[in-house]
């Protein structure tokens, strides 16, 4: 499915499910996918930063 085809909430999650992965990349431009396991270290650090994110942790 490509992007202009989306017509409907189903047909969203059907373009997220083929063209998205779960993951992250980090400042080496590594991808990370299916995975949080380093990020969850890092994102430990960020209060000591003072830097915010939007993502919503669980159980860090």
Same mark, same amino acid.
């Given at each position: 499915? *490509?992007? =202009? *085809?989306?017509?409907?909430? $189903?047909?969203?999650?059907? !373009?997220? @499910? =083929? @063209?998205? =992965? !779960?993951?992250?990349? &980090?400042? &080496? +431009? #590594?991808?990370? /996918?299916?995975?949080?396991? *380093?990020?969850?270290?890092?994102?430990? $650090?960020?209060? @000591?930063? +003072?830097?915010? #994110?939007?993502? /919503?942790? *669980?159980?860090?």
């Amino acid at each position: 499915m *490509e992007i =202009e *085809e989306i017509k409907t909430p $189903q047909d969203i999650l059907t !373009y997220m @499910n =083929e @063209n998205i =992965e !779960y993951g992250w990349m &980090n400042i &080496n +431009n #590594s991808k990370h /996918i299916k995975t949080m396991k *380093e990020f969850r270290k890092i994102i430990k $650090q960020l209060p @000591n930063l +003072n830097i915010g #994110s939007c993502f /919503i942790l *669980e159980r860090i």
